[in-house]
Each structure stands twice: as structure tokens, then as C-alpha cells.
């Protein structure tokens, strides 16, 4: 089995990106538009920018990556199933 060397990250650069999108997070509370989509686009970015750095998904074998990401649509199917029985019968 052949192992390969590979380019280490800036951790330092991904935190303070990971930082930076926390108080981008925290900024659009009291912004005046509809917050769900904003906040849920920073989320996935973060989960991203720690799975492929701090996880090294990035660097591993692309087996893996797919085998994490196989479960989200599904998960994402009922979590917006949850959310429309929640609102959609509510009295």
C-alpha cells in the first residue's frame, strides 16, 4: 500500500475563516430580512470548511467522503418534513 504525502493546510487561515463566519452568523439576528436562509448557508459552510480541513476529508480517499455524504439528503428530506408537519398543523 502506497502512501502519499500531502500539502498540509493552514489551520490558522481556516479558523479565522471558521471566525469570521461565526460573527457573520451572529450579525444577521438583527438584520430586518428573513434570517433562515442566511444563517442555514453559513452552517453548511462551516460544517464544510471542518470536514474537508479538520477532518481531512480533503486529503482521504474519495470512498470516504461519499459514504458522509450519502446520509444529508435524507436527512434533509426529514428535517423538512419535521418543519412542514410542525407549521403547516399548527393551529
Known amino acids: 500500500m502506497e502512501v502519499r504525502a500531502h500539502k498540509h493546510p493552514n489551520y490558522v487561515l481556516v479558523g479565522i475563516v471558521l471566525i469570521i463566519l461565526t460573527f457573520l452568523e451572529i450579525s444577521v439576528i438583527s438584520l430586518p430580512v428573513p434570517q433562515l ?4 448557508g453559513f452552517a453548511i459552510a462551516k460544517g464544510l470548511l471542518i470536514l474537508l480541513y479538520f477532518m ?3 486529503f482521504d480517499s474519495r470512498l470516504y467522503a461519499v459514504l458522509f ?3 444529508w439528503p435524507l ?3 426529514l428535517v ?3 418543519i412542514w ?3 403547516g398543523f399548527r393551529t
Open 85 to 87: 408537519v410542525y407549521f
Open 69 to 71: 455524504a450519502y446520509p
Open 56 to 58: 481531512h476529508l480533503k
Open 75 to 77: 436527512a434533509l428530506l
Open 37 to 40: 436562509p442566511f444563517l442555514l
Open 80 to 82: 423538512g418534513m419535521l
